[in-house]
């Protein structure tokens, strides 16, 4: 994924050598990537998303259940969601070909939307069909997803006290052999430095963090995001500059982040609060930032102001 992973367990519950789950966990997120990657051509959705329109392709079942969950995501966010956005992230110059950042054209955004959308792909069987040239990008729910795998792989093996992060995605479970809570930062969306805006203790809960302080590009004083709007075609224009969501599934905490990320504050955190998610939101105000979050979140962490 193009990242790091730690993976942080009580040694006294495993039933296993800490060799043998360092070789189960690396093989886990082996096959991951040689499923899901859009970095390698060889990887099974890059050979799918290098087919015609109108062709199928047998899928290994995890591609299947990751494309489940991200139909979803999309259809519960009436498109804020959408795995199929690698097109326009290519062009953009997010994407894994794209040629370089740039703006493109309102013609360039229109042709690429054509070869969009999770309406143009079905599932057949153990086959993954597309009616267009669809190309499906699993980078907004593929960490997730690892780090569900992972955990799963350490509560098999007996282990009940971990903290797993990939690629900036967490869960913890348990607590550290003193007793103390896994403690974990939501950092504060500072673009040069690392400043933690809130403290949260974490006990069977993924988290993760979308934000738009990391990966952009900036031309004639105006700052595009790599967060795109599927539904614009063109990066969000609002004032969040990040959000945390905590949910037992760390896959549905990934996919959720993004959801919130492109509907933004006022959208993000109505639907957010009626669908009773646990998420913290920073929003730029002036020259600092204002922090909200839903009830969900303050029943898990109350409604402290950071640490």
């Not at 267009?132 to 980078?139: I, P, R, T």
């Not at 967490?170 to 003193?178: N, S, T």
């Not at 549905?252 to 998420?279: C, H, Q, W």
Request: hydrophobic share 40%.
């Amino acid at each position: 994924m193009g990242s790091t992973y730690s993976v942080k367990y009580v040694a006294d519950d495993a039933a296993v050598s800490k060799e043998q789950l360092r070789d189960e966990t690396e093989a886990i997120l082996a096959k991951i990537d040689s499923q899901m990657s859009t970095y390698r051509a060889d990887s099974d959705i890059e050979t799918f998303n290098a087919l015609p329109a109108g062709a199928c392709m047998a899928m290994p079942g995890e591609v299947l259940e990751l494309f489940r969950a991200g139909q979803q995501l999309s259809e519960e966010s009436a498109g804020a969601f959408d795995l199929t956005v690698e097109p326009l992230l290519d062009l953009w110059g997010f994407g894994p070909h794209g040629t370089g950042e740039r703006v493109p054209s309102a013609d360039e955004i229109a042709a690429a939307r054509e070869n969009m959308g999770h309406q143009h792909i079905r599932i057949d069987g153990e086959q993954l069909c597309k009616d267009v040239a669809v190309q499906v990008d699993f980078n907004s729910i593929a960490a997730g997803y690892a780090v569900e795998r992972v955990t799963a792989n350490l509560e098999a093996s007996g282990v009940r006290r971990y903290l797993v992060e990939i690629t900036g995605e967490l869960k913890a479970l348990g607590r550290k052999p003193d007793g103390a809570p896994w403690r974990i930062a939501i950092e504060a969306p500072h673009d040069n430095e690392r400043v933690a805006q809130r403290i949260v203790e974490l006990n069977g809960y993924g988290v993760s963090t979308s934000g738009d302080y990391r990966n952009y590009f900036e031309r004639d004083g105006k700052r595009y995001s790599h967060t795109l709007d599927p539904v614009t075609g063109a990066p969000i224009d609002h004032h969040l500059a990040a959000v945390t969501v905590v949910d037992r599934s760390t896959l549905r905490a990934d996919g959720l982040s993004t959801v919130l990320m492109v509907l933004g504050p006022e959208r993000g955190l109505a639907y957010a609060t009626e669908r009773g998610i646990a998420a913290f939101f920073v929003i730029r105000e002036g020259q600092g930032f204002i922090s909200k979050s839903t009830e969900a979140f303050d029943e898990l962490f109350g409604a402290g102001v950071g640490e």
